[in-house]
């Protein structure tokens, strides 16, 4: 049984609750990464492509994202995630999630849907603000490593608070149980940008969900 309701757009699925965003582009906040360019310590030093977040971003953005990998071939993910303050307890609301990953085939790869402005961050991207508790939810696929295996895997997150005047990038979510994992471990080490993004998965039937905590300004230059 599925029912449509055209407000969000949500699907209702027995146990689960889907949310797709909106696809109406909101304008780049007036602050955001075009003008900090030109100063000299954005906080969190800056990052390559951080200026995708902005391409094609909703106007509104919901606590709960369904990205458009949770409808393909792979392995269903969800993660529950909380952000808190930098003090690691109090719970931190609106703040905006940009994340991408790559498809089943360890990809980026661009769909009908994607425009030559975010081609370099695929289609499997989107976009949560967190709601009065710091909460959001991200249904999608388990990334697939890169072809090359050189990585394990990983989804990427930038950060975007309502009262910084530039977003900056975390520490990617990584799984606990990827072979990849350990290698990557020894060869470089982990910042723990934002807190940890080492998750552990478990399993309900074929579906694999994992908790994510990200503390706000932790490990994060020039915050």
């Not at 909101?26 to 977040?53: D, I, R, W, Y």
């Not at 392995?75 to 931190?92: E, M, N, Y």
């Not at 085939?105 to 508790?133: C, F, L």
Request: net charge negative.
């Amino acid at each position: 049984m599925k029912k449509l309701i055209f407000q969000g757009l949500f699907l209702l699925i027995p146990g689960l609750t889907l949310m797709i965003s909106c696809q109406t582009s909101a304008p780049k906040p007036e602050n955001a990464s075009g003008q900090m360019s030109a100063q000299s310590s954005p906080v969190g030093g800056g990052c390559e492509t951080c200026e995708l977040m902005y391409a094609g971003m909703p106007a509104e953005i919901n606590s709960v994202d369904t990205s458009a990998g949770w409808f393909e071939e792979g392995r269903k993910l969800i993660i529950h995630g909380k952000v808190f303050k930098i003090d690691g307890v109090s719970p931190a609301s609106d703040v905006v999630l940009y994340y991408w990953q790559t498809d089943n085939t360890g990809r980026y790869t661009p769909d009908e849907n994607t425009n030559s402005a975010d081609m370099r961050h695929g289609h499997i991207r989107g976009w949560v603000k967190t709601n009065s508790q710091g909460e959001y939810t991200l249904y999608t696929i388990r990334p697939a490593a890169y072809p090359d295996g050189g990585e394990p895997e990983h989804i990427h997150f930038l950060v975007r608070e309502p009262d910084i005047a530039n977003e900056y990038y975390i520490d990617d979510i990584v799984f606990a149980d990827d072979p990849l994992l350990e290698n990557s471990m020894k060869r470089r080490r982990f910042n723990n940008r934002g807190g940890s993004g080492i998750v552990t998965v478990k399993k309900e039937g074929e579906i694999q969900i994992a908790a994510h905590k990200i503390v706000l300004g932790l490990n994060i230059p020039g915050y």
